[in-house]
């Protein structure tokens, strides 16, 4: 079988080559049947990375340690589940992912976007194959999943912090995430080769780069839930190098999913949407590079690998490029309009603009720094947290309140008549918000009463731009009140469903600040009998419980919650787990949520003693449940953003098929 | 192994094929010429993306007017040329289609 694991992974990179070279031969000599060779090409390669693939599944679920990876990953008795998604947990199976996931994209966007953008396709599909290319030669060269040995009698196991329900879910979805972003890349460098610098790129590219964007945004916060409950330091993010190598492209992605739109409206920046798409690229396979190469002590990476230098010349090559090739299409990218105020809509969305890729520089700068100080003065330095948090304050508040003033203010100008009359409610609301909090003592912390106050005012502006925008369209006579609330957010699903996905951004940043700026901690040692009081709760430690699973010993302490007027309200166990084939020792932490004010009592077993102690660790963190609901209506407003909306369809067929039907 | 020769050859052949179809398709492909717009066509895309682009912004400002965001003074500024945008962009674009229907029959 690892014959035909590798026999795939070579049909594939052959494919890939061919659908580079071939391709941008069609392309240049404009060879129709070679052209549309390339890209079967392309969803053939589709085929032989879904073998190469399932070659990789099927030894994965039989144990067969004679593939060293498998050996390497997995255990005999590491649950069939856990053993399946062991698929990413190592550098070459996620290699692997990356590339099929690559080549499903690639087809489906070749298969979608023929009728609308043949000329373009023609160009990328040589970009799609090209990037193809260099993760099938990684895994035929560099870093196979197919490399055998002599099979050992058992494995060495799995990671203990990925066996958990997340692994089958966090890696695919930040992986959907980071290689969706080549398809928009793709495209706008076929328009840069092509010189076909019109709509139509982006029309190609628009669903894509939102369903690539929320992977992402989405993969983020599972994996910021995943570090909560199992990492055990109780918090969800760290500003690890590898957290931030998701957030930087998607933070450049969400700044091009906002200029990209004043393009369709106002014909403007066409330079910056070039250069917002490169960047997000690259950051993505930055990122890649980040969590494969261990270059960075992280705990996502996984060890020291060949991988970094072969990286880093990708990334070179690519920013290189594209730097060239933007430059040297300068001429055709000239904007069409100016813009004609610096309070209108665009406005707002160009200083959101510059904040994000401020925030995503200032965080990418954190990342190499300290590489760059290794490699240039030979001193290992880190960049710590409060540099990140720093910067966070900085340009992320600001960019909380642009998101209440970029929906109440008009396109091309607005006069301070009108500005005043929509801001009055949302400015009111956000006022009385912050008179209120700090009446009840969340002065303790500034940044928190400041977060808190914007937040009101993004909200109250939502909710405004929903009734103003539902009573302007029951007025047109669309019936009832469901009614028009429902043809409103019909006929404009990317405005209203973004502003859904502002409000989850809004939940989100409350439940940061909850969760971080007014949390209370406790450390206490406890011998059975001991108790400690945390926020008006009493935790009483009575002892510990051992209990053998199939794979591991779990210990837990076992502690009685009590409230203020003394009733038990629950037994909670934090502990560890002693994994025999890994022989690592994982935290086991213990959370009881309250769903009527979203906080969560958090404890960590920090010791287990041999004197029958335990060093507990008490968290009580307010509101810190709005994060994860945050993501629910994350997902909610990508949906409807996303949801095709049949009348743009047609308007858009009409545009496109009335003038190319002839070409 | 028998299984893995077996899928390992009909995926070789079944890639080639693919690879291959356009020109098992067509073998003597008497247009092999991939399609590209010409300037012409260009021109007309570009008019019909600012008919478009002109047309979402009169749609824009009439609902921002509805919901308050823009004062009548600043919607009765803007409106006309948006509008005037709009008509000669759906005028150009009318010549154009005119143009080309009176050039057809002359061909023939």
Known sequence: ???????????????????????????????????????????????????????????????????????????????????????????EGSLLLWLLVLCGYGAAAVLTTRRVARDLLAWTVPVLGFVGTFFAFMLVFVSSPFVTQHAPADGAGLTPSLQNPYMAIHPPMLYLGYVGLTIPFAFAMGALLSRRTDERWIVATRRWTLAAWAFLGVGQLLGAHWAYVEIGWGGYYAWDPVENAALMPWLAATAFLHSVMIQEKRGMLRVWNMVLVALAFCLSIFGTFLTRSGVIQSIHSFAKSPLGAWFLGFICVLVVGTTALILARLPLLRARTKLESLVSREATF????????????????????????????????????????????????????????????????????????????????????????????????????????????????????????????????????????????????????????????????????????????????????????????????????????????????????????????????????????????????????????????????????????????VLQKPLVNLIWLAGLIFVGGSLIALWPDAREERRLAERYEGVLAEA | ?????????????????????????????????????????????????????????????????????????????????LRRQAAETMRALERREEDKRTKVPSRG
């Open chain 1, 1 to 91: 079988m690892p014959d035909l694991g590798r026999a795939a992974l070579v049909t594939a990179f052959l494919l890939l080559v061919y659908a580079t070279a071939v391709g941008a031969f069609a392309a240049r000599q404009r060879r129709r049947r070679l052209a549309a060779s390339a890209q079967n090409a392309l969803i053939a390669a589709l085929g032989a990375s879904a073998v190469a693939a399932a070659v990789l599944l099927a030894a994965l679920a039989r144990h067969d340690f004679s593939f060293q990876y498998v050996a390497d990953h997995t255990s005999r008795e590491l649950p069939l589940g856990y053993t399946l998604t062991a698929f990413w947990g190592g550098q």
């Open chain 2, 1 to 81: 192994m028998t299984v893995a020769l077996i899928v390992g050859a009909a995926l070789a052949v079944a890639c080639v094929i693919l690879v291959a179809l356009p020109f098992l398709r067509e073998p003597s492909a008497q247009n092999d010429r991939l399609d590209a717009l010409s300037g012409a066509e260009q021109r007309r895309l570009a008019l019909a993306e600012e008919r478009d682009r002109a047309l979402a912004s009169l749609k824009e400002l009439e609902f921002d007017h509805r919901t308050g965001k823009v004062s009548d003074e600043d919607y009765r500024a803007q409106v006309g040329p």
């Open chain 1, 350 to 617: 160009l200083y959101n603009n510059l904040l994000l890729v401020a925030l995503s520089l200032t965080i990418l700068w954190g990342v190499i720094y300290p590489l760059l100080s290794d490699l240039v003065r030979g001193e290992s330095s880190t960049v710590s947290k409060p540099y990140y948090n720093f910067f966070l304050h900085v340009f992320g508040l600001p960019l909380l309140l642009l998101m209440g003033i970029g929906p109440l203010v008009a396109w091309r100008r607005a006069s301070l008549r009108a500005l005043g009359r929509v801001f009055l409610w949302p400015l009111g609301a956000a006022v009385v918000a912050g008179a209120i909090l700090l009446a009840l003592g969340a002065g303790s912390s500034r940044i928190g009463v400041i977060a808190y106050t914007f937040s009101i005012f993004v909200l109250a502006s939502i909710l405004l731009e929903f009734v103003r925008g539902t009573r302007a369209r029951k007025a047109l006579g669309t019936g009832t009140w469901p009614g028009a609330f429902s043809s409103l957010v019909a006929r404009n699903r990317r405005r209203y469903g973004g502003y859904v996905v502002h409000a989850a951004i809004v939940f989100l940043a409350i439940g940061v600040a909850g969760s971080s700026a007014y949390q209370t901690v406790r450390e206490q040692r406890l011998f059975p009998g001991d108790s400690m009081t945390v926020a008006g709760k009493q935790l009483a430690f009575r002892g510990f419980e051992q209990r053998r699973a199939p794979n591991h010993l779990a210990i837990r302490a076992v502690v009685d919650v009590y409230d203020k007027g003394g009733h038990h309200v629950a037994r909670m166990y934090p502990g560890k787990n002693e994994y025999f084939a890994e022989q690592q020792v994982s935290n086991e932490v213990a959370i009881r949520h309250n769903l009527l004010d979203a906080s969560d009592l958090f404890l960590i077993a920090d010791q287990v003693n041999a004197n029958g102690s335990v060093d507990l660790k």
